[in-house]
Structures are given as structure tokens and as C-alpha cells.
């Protein structure tokens, strides 16, 4: 059974079309924020920023600091708290802020996207190299479809990337 077409072949996985996901973040709540519809990654400077652990995806995780950096965020500290409990306190608290994508805000946050979306996490189906065929080709249009309907993706890429990874798991 012959694969769907793909641009991209990782690990022995052949892999659809990527699909970006905006991230945002914002201070916690208390008096309601002056109506913005985004926040500059630069205003995040200063600010403990909230991460998943490095060792999870080493690459996202650099590639996340690089692009603040470049965009003009440099953090007083990056934390991976132990469970997203710990880290919905330090949100609460005002001692940190997490970069995360689009869902309802918990009671005490606000959320909103980052200006010109620079970090946008890539998500795409993936099946075993030799595989493939009408089923898996059917089910990758389907799910991108109502990821993209449903679940916050872009419908394109926002902007893309002005530097490669310096290292990745999967190739581009």
C-alpha cells in the first residue's frame, strides 16, 4: 500500500502537512487588564516564565527561549514546575507567567496571544513509513480539519521561521 503524499519523512514515520498553534500568556488577573488585543513578547521581560520540562523536547524548548530572545524577552527564570497545578499557582500568584495555547482562561488569568505569533507549536498526523493509503490519507484531512475548526490551529503559518532549529526531532 502506497503512502499519501507527504513532504517530510522522519524516524521511519511519513508525516502530513504541519499545522501551527498559537501560543500566548498574559499577567494574572485581579482589576481587569486595559482591552489589548495582544501582548509583546518584549513586555515579558523580567517575568518568570512557566515551561515544560527541557528534558520533554529539547529542541521546542531552546527554540522557545531563542525566539523570545530574538523578539526582545529575556526572562528572570524559566520554570518547569512538577504538575500544571504548581504551575496554574504561580500564574495565580503573579509570580510567573506561562506561555500556553488558546483555551478558557482559569478564574484569576487572563489570556491573549503574542504579537505577530511568534511562537507557534507545529502539529501534524503521523504514520509508519509504507503504511499509508486512502484510510490514513482520509484521517489526516479530517483531524486537520477539526483541529484547525476546533482545537485553535492556523489554517497557514503565521510567519515562518527566520533561522532553522539549531537541532530538532523531526526535519522540516
Known amino acids: 500500500m502506497a503512502d499519501p503524499p ?23 488577573g485581579g482589576p ?16 518568570r516564565l512557566v515551561f515544560f520540562p527541557r528534558a520533554t523536547a529539547p529542541a521546542l524548548y531552546d527554540e522557545m527561549l531563542t525566539t523570545l530572545a530574538r523578539h526582545g524577552c529575556t526572562p528572570e527564570a524559566v520554570v518547569d514546575p512538577p504538575g500544571p497545578d504548581v504551575a496554574g499557582a504561580l500564574v495565580l500568584t ?5 506561555l500556553v495555547p488558546r483555551t478558557a482562561p482559569p478564574p484569576g488569568t487572563v489570556w491573549r496571544p503574542l504579537t505577530g505569533t511568534p511562537l507557534a507549536w507545529r502539529t501534524s498526523t503521523a504514520w509508519p513509513t509504507g503504511s499509508g493509503g486512502p484510510a490514513v490519507r482520509l484521517f489526516a ?16 503559518p503565521p510567519n515562518p521561521p527566520l533561522f532553522p532549529r539549531p537541532a530538532m526531532e523531526f526535519p522540516l
Do not use: D, I, N
Not at 33 to 44: C, H
Not at 94 to 98: D, H, I, K, T
Open 6 to 28: 507527504t513532504r517530510w519523512r522522519a524516524g521511519g514515520l511519513g508525516l502530513g502537512g504541519f499545522k501551527p498553534r498559537r501560543r500566548g500568556g498574559g499577567p494574572p
Open 32 to 47: 481587569p487588564p486595559p482591552p489589548r488585543p495582544e501582548l509583546a513578547v518584549a513586555e515579558l521581560t523580567g517575568r
Open 94 to 98: 503573579g509570580s510567573a507567567v506561562a
Open 141 to 156: 484531512e479530517a483531524a486537520h480539519e477539526a483541529l484547525t475548526e476546533h482545537g485553535g490551529l492556523l489554517p497557514q
